[in-house]
């Protein structure tokens, strides 16, 4: 029911700073907490950043804390992971996510939690 669809990723050097984009389709986005996650190749995927539904609350991974910064814009359909001093570690394709309402556990940073996603958008770091 719904699609979402990640843009903003690229090439850039390490200590550089990206935006990425996730919108979704409908009218009920905002009542969905959204989840950015990352898989690097021969690696599982793994959690960076989740938002609630109001965006009031914000969870991130040890890895990215201090550094990525999620937030939404309801009105817009849309979530963001602003991602600065970013690391060759960082090197991966980006997932949004997006948790059914009945779900309790979203900010655990489990992908099993989450119940929409979109293709993936590859962001690269060069050192």
């Known amino acids: 029911q719904v699609q979402l669809v990640e843009s903003g990723g690229g090439l850039v050097q390490a200590g550089g700073s990206l935006r990425l984009s996730c919108t979704a389709s409908g009218r009920t986005f905002s009542g969905y907490p959204i989840g950015w996650f990352r898989q690097a190749p021969g690696k599982e995927r793994e959690f960076a950043a989740a938002?609630?539904?109001?965006?009031?609350?914000?969870y991130y991974a040890d890895s990215v804390k201090g550094r990525f910064t999620i937030s939404r814009d309801n009105a817009k359909n849309t979530a963001y992971l602003q991602m600065n001093s970013l690391k060759p570690e960082d090197t991966a394709v980006y997932y949004c996510?997006?948790?059914?309402?009945?779900?309790?556990?979203?900010?655990?940073?489990?992908?099993?939690?989450?119940?929409?996603w979109g293709q993936g958008t590859q962001v690269t770091i060069s050192s």
């Open positions: 996510a997006g948790a059914k309402p009945s779900r309790l556990t979203w900010y655990r940073g489990h992908a099993y939690a989450y119940d929409y």
């Open positions: 938002i609630s539904w109001s965006g009031g609350s914000t």
